[in-house]
């Protein structure tokens, strides 16, 4: 037993050593887009930026006027009124007669095979007018100059697609906990340093911002290629990379900021819709990768009360990398460092996540979201080539 919990220890040790020096090599070449120059005023091509809106009247009209103040000049915005029962419409109407930057588009029905927000941002980019396409959400707010910036370094770069990493604001102290946990974690999984290489796995679409060359978004199948895909910043973004686009992903803290969720139920909630879909709906897969998330980030700092011997300090080694990956990425993501002990908790809350998400799709036959419900057979379907 002694040299099972020794070469298990070992094993993870490596593991963690692999992953700390990726992250903190990695994280350091995604560019900070307030560290980028804006435009120098000369001919730039213009943006149409599209904001889908369901039932968003409580932050729709803050984040909409951030993005008609952009000091950008050819651009125009195209909010969709996907649906919504509440106020949403006629806010965005308002703000639209105040200005010629602004078109509302209202959509009263959804097809068959299409999720809302999905289809929603397909049918505003197929009436859109700018060279490059910029995908953001209701309650995204951005500063004057995030798409000058954005748009200078992605012609600079001859890129054909920007993703841009908000900055997450968080009203409760249980979330800020779990929210810098969650970042680092997400930094794991989605390795965004890779998305610039065509050789390496690693893509990234952000639902607050992602800037696209119209010519890539057609070539990737517009949404139309992922238009039952649930996570469909990330599924734009993959999609966009096999597509041969080029891709880079940027850090906007002190650009651009959302609050993603307001309390830590509300989170659990949201991951609803993501967590299995991510997965493929796949219940091994699922299994599997919720096992792996405990085995990594939970069991060391259980193990190291639990492990006698040699592999008590081996596991105390991996919560030491993971501490020093973490106090590393806190600052650029806002998180203050002392959140750090709350790392092996948030992993539990996310396993939770993670399982509940799954249980809820198999008990209900599909998922339920913003009031219409999507057959679980359907959104299976939609994750085949």
């Known amino acids: 037993m002694d040299a099972l919990w020794l070469g298990s220890s070992v094993c993870l040790l490596a593991l963690w050593v692999l992953l700390a020096v990726d992250v903190l090599r990695g994280w350091r070449q995604l560019p900070i887009l307030r560290s980028l120059p804006v435009g120098d005023g000369g001919e730039q091509p213009h943006v149409t930026i599209i904001v889908p809106a369901r039932n968003e009247e409580r ?93 200078t370094h992605l012609v600079a770069g001859k890129l054909d697609h920007l993703a841009v990493i908000p900055a997450v604001r968080s009203p409760t102290r249980a979330l800020r906990w779990l929210m810098g946990s969650f970042a680092l974690m997400f930094l794991i999984l989605t390795r965004p340093w890779n998305a610039p290489n065509p050789k390496r796995r690693g893509s990234l679409g952000v639902g607050a911002f992602n800037l696209v060359r119209r010519e890539a978004y057609a070539e990737a199948g517009t949404h139309e290629a992922i238009r039952l895909h649930p996570v469909d910043d990330l599924k734009l973004g993959e999609v966009l990379k ?84 973490f106090l590393d990425t806190a600052p650029p993501a806002g998180t203050p460092r002392r959140y750090a002990l709350a790392f092996p908790i948030a992993t539990l809350v996310v396993g939770f996540a993670v399982l509940r998400s799954m249980l809820i799709t198999l008990r209900n036959g599909g998922i339920t979201w913003r009031d219409t419900h999507y057959p679980l057979k359907a959104l299976r379907s939609a994750q085949r080539p």
Not at 91 to 97: G, N, R, Y
Request: with cysteine; hydrophobic share 50%.
């Open 59 to 151: 932050a729709v009209a803050a984040g909409v006027a951030t993005l008609v103040a952009q000091d950008y000049g050819p651009l125009d915005v195209i909010a969709v009124n996907d649906r919504s029962t509440d106020r949403t419409g006629a806010i965005l109407d308002e703000l639209a007669t105040g200005s010629d930057r602004l078109r509302v588009l209202h959509i009263e029905a959804l097809p068959e095979g299409w999720l809302g927000k999905n289809h929603a941002m397909w049918r505003a980019a197929a009436e859109a007018k700018g060279e490059l396409l910029l995908f953001t959400d209701a309650d995204v707010e951005m500063d004057p100059s995030a798409v000058s910036r954005a748009v």
């Open 242 to 325: 096999l597509g041969g686009a080029a891709q880079q992903i940027a850090l906007g803290r002190g650009m651009i900021e959302v609050e993603w969720y307001d309390s830590v139920g509300a989170f659990v909630r949201g991951l609803e819709k993501n967590s299995f879909a991510l997965q493929g709906y796949s219940v091994l897969r699922t299994c599997a990768s919720l096992g792996l998330l405990l085995l990594v980030y939970a069991w060391p700092w259980v193990g190291c009360f639990l492990v006698p011997g040699v592999g008590r300090w081996l596991l105390l080694g991996c919560v030491a990398l993971a501490l020093i990956v």
